[in-house]
């Protein structure tokens, strides 16, 4: 079992930043990979950023690639997203989550993550 706890969001303006942070507890970290995604009101949840066990491969969808930036420190359990530049539709709640198999093609798939947070709420004003 994993527990997974996320902060840092808040209310920023355009064009601002933030960084998101995400400490778990629980079985091994470090073997896990850890990812970011978000949920807009009336919108699906959404593919933000993932990155592997060890920090080395990471990956952003599209709309956020070149602004945000995903990280890890395996030795205090925890992951992060800086998000710069943001834009109002960025505003969203935001979550953690932990993937247990590593395959590569689960990457962005919500369905195949194991753990969640409870997630950190975002909001962009223009």
């Known amino acids: 079992q994993v527990q997974l706890v996320e902060s840092g969001g808040g209310l920023v303006q355009a064009g601002g930043s933030l960084r998101l942070s995400c400490a778990a507890s629980g079985r091994t970290f470090s073997s896990y990979r850890m990812g970011w995604f978000r949920q807009a009101p009336g919108k699906e949840r959404e593919f933000v950023s993932t990155?592997?066990?060890?920090?080395?491969?990471?990956y952003y969808a599209d709309s956020v690639k070149g602004r945000f930036t995903i990280s890890r420190d395996n030795a205090k359990n925890t992951v992060y997203l800086q998000m710069n530049s943001l834009k109002p539709e960025d505003t969203a709640v935001y979550y953690c989550?932990?993937?247990?198999?590593?395959?590569?093609?689960?990457?962005?798939?919500?369905?195949?993550?194991?753990?969640w947070g409870q997630g950190t709420q975002v909001t962009v004003s223009s």
């Open positions: 990155i592997n066990w060890s920090g080395i491969s990471t």
């Open positions: 989550a932990a993937e247990s198999s590593g395959r590569y093609d689960y990457r962005t798939d919500p369905l195949k993550y194991d753990y």
